[in-house]
C-alpha cells in the first residue's frame, strides 16, 4: 500500500509517493539547474551552492551575495518550500536573484527533489 502525503505550500499542491521519487530523473530534471547552481559546497556560480540545502534558511550561506528579500524571506529549505519555490521563484522570492521561471510538472520537481535530498546532503 502506498502512502500519499499531500503538504500544501504557498497554494501550491505538493505530493510525495515514495514509489515516485525517482532520483535518476530528479538528476536529468537538475540539468536545468546546474548552469547555475553547484552541488559541491563553496563552489557558487551565477547561483549559490546548493550543498546542505536542506534545514538551511534562505540566504544564510555566507558565501554568495543574497538578494535581502531571500534573506528576509524567512524560508527555511525543506520539501515543502523547496517545490513552492522550484514551481514559481517569484511568486515566493518577488524581489529575487533567480531568473528561472520554475519547473510546473509536479512530477519533475518531486524528482529533482528526491534528486537534491540525496546529492547535496
Known amino acids: 500500500m502506498l502512502k500519499i502525503v499531500v503538504l500544501l505550500a504557498a497554494g501550491i499542491?505538493?505530493?510525495s509517493n515514495a514509489a515516485?521519487?525517482?532520483?535518476?530523473?530528479?538528476?536529468r530534471a537538475f540539468l536545468k539547474c546546474k548552469s547555475c547552481h553547484s552541488l559541491e559546497a563553496g563552489k557558487n556560480?551565477?547561483?549559490?551552492s546548493l550543498a546542505k540545502i536542506f534545514g538551511r534558511k534562505a540566504g544564510a550561506d555566507g558565501g554568495y551575495k543574497y538578494s535581502q528579500d531571500m534573506i528576509d524571506s524567512g524560508v527555511v529549505w525543506d520539501e515543502?518550500?523547496?517545490d513552492a519555490y522550484i514551481t514559481d521563484p517569484k511568486k515566493?522570492?518577488?524581489?529575487?536573484?533567480m531568473?528561472?521561471?520554475?519547473?510546473?510538472?509536479?512530477?519533475?520537481r518531486q524528482n529533482l527533489i528526491a534528486?537534491?535530498?540525496e546529492s547535496t546532503k
Do not use: C, N, R
Not at 515516485?20 to 538528476?27: F, L, Q
Not at 556560480?45 to 549559490?48: D, R, S, V
Open 13 to 15: 499542491g505538493f505530493v
Open 115 to 117: 534528486y537534491l535530498k
Open 80 to 82: 515543502k518550500s523547496m
Open 92 to 97: 515566493i522570492i518577488p524581489k529575487g536573484k
Open 45 to 48: 556560480q551565477t547561483g549559490p
Open 99 to 108: 531568473s528561472f521561471a520554475g519547473i510546473k510538472d509536479a512530477t519533475q
Open 20 to 27: 515516485a521519487d525517482d532520483v535518476e530523473a530528479g538528476k
